[in-house]
């Protein structure tokens, strides 16, 4: 579903931007080319506020939010990261790396997007991973705006083919709304199924921006929410199983930043790193994968 809204937007997008140049080229090439510029920086736009947003609410937060410099060049990063994920890899690309569940003895590890993703999102992660002949799957969320419930039966058909595959507990990578979706899982389930969860920009105990969220999914991630409320209450996650919770100080989604944390996990902060820019940090990439050796 996401890839076909996503392919529709940027079809949407090409016929406008092609319609408005054609149209003003031959009256006035100023105009042509100031409109295109608008639409082509206008996510760079929302991107602007989520970021003053963000360094305006982690003032008090108990976690040092990054500098004035940081959240800039982190802007400037996500501008460029988020068309990549949201214009290509998502909605063109997202079944071109298969998952590998050929019989292999090593560790292998299940890959969990965020809100508003698809298995696409990791793309570059499956690179890896195929190059190293390691067993994944990378599951896509549906109903992409239903509750994060709805998840667990997902998450867990893929822990079980990769166990299947490998004899052994998957490592979780799990980004964003992901991680989750891991712990609506572990709430009911065996945790020794999985070898460490690992997440990058998870707001585990909600986030700011999630109060402008109008779908299903979006509410439950809250500060102070029902849904969190009761995932903390039910079972605590970092006593069944190790997290590795992957953050930044210049997240412009998941914040303040000390809500990508979880109490007793091995939470690790990277400094000056916008929310997408994260998943694809060389260290994050590099660390995550090395766990699946441990």
Not at 184 to 202: F, N
Request: hydrophobic share 45%; proline share 5%.
């Amino acid at each position: 579903m996401i890839a076909r809204l996503q392919r529709w937007s940027v079809w949407g997008w090409l016929v406008i931007a092609v319609a408005w140049t054609s149209f003003w080229w031959g009256r006035s090439m100023v105009i042509a080319l100031t409109g295109l510029v608008v639409l082509i920086c206008a996510h760079a736009g929302v991107l602007a506020f989520e970021f003053l947003a963000s360094y305006r609410v982690s003032a008090q937060d108990p976690v040092r939010r990054g500098s004035a410099m940081q959240y800039i060049r982190a802007w400037l990063a996500e501008s460029l990261a988020a068309p990549t994920v949201f214009g290509w890899r998502q909605p063109f690309r997202s079944n071109s790396i298969p998952d590998r569940l050929q019989p292999d003895p090593r560790r292998g590890t299940v890959l969990v997007h965020g809100f508003v993703g698809n298995r696409g999102f990791w793309n570059p992660w499956l690179r890896e991973l195929q190059a190293s002949g390691r067993v994944f799957v990378a599951v896509t969320l549906e109903p992409a705006f239903g509750s994060i419930d709805r998840y667990v039966e997902i998450v867990d058909d893929a822990i079980a083919r990769v166990t299947a595959a490998t004899g052994q507990p998957p490592l979780l990578i799990c980004h964003s709304m992901g991680g989750l979706a891991a712990r609506a899982w572990l709430r009911d389930s065996d945790g020794a199924r999985v070898h460490r969860i690992v997440t990058i920009a998870t707001p585990h105990r909600g986030t700011w921006l999630a109060r402008f969220g109008r779908t299903v999914n979006g509410r439950e991630m809250r500060m102070g929410g029902e849904w969190l409320q009761k995932i903390e209450g039910e079972r605590a996650s970092t006593q069944q199983v190790p997290f590795t919770c992957w953050y930044s100080n210049c997240d412009n989604i998941v914040f303040p930043t000390s809500v990508a944390t979880l109490p007793a996990a091995d939470n690790r902060l990277v400094p000056g790193r916008a929310h997408v820019e994260l998943a694809f940090d060389p260290r994050v990439m590099r660390e995550t994968l090395v766990l699946l050796e441990s």
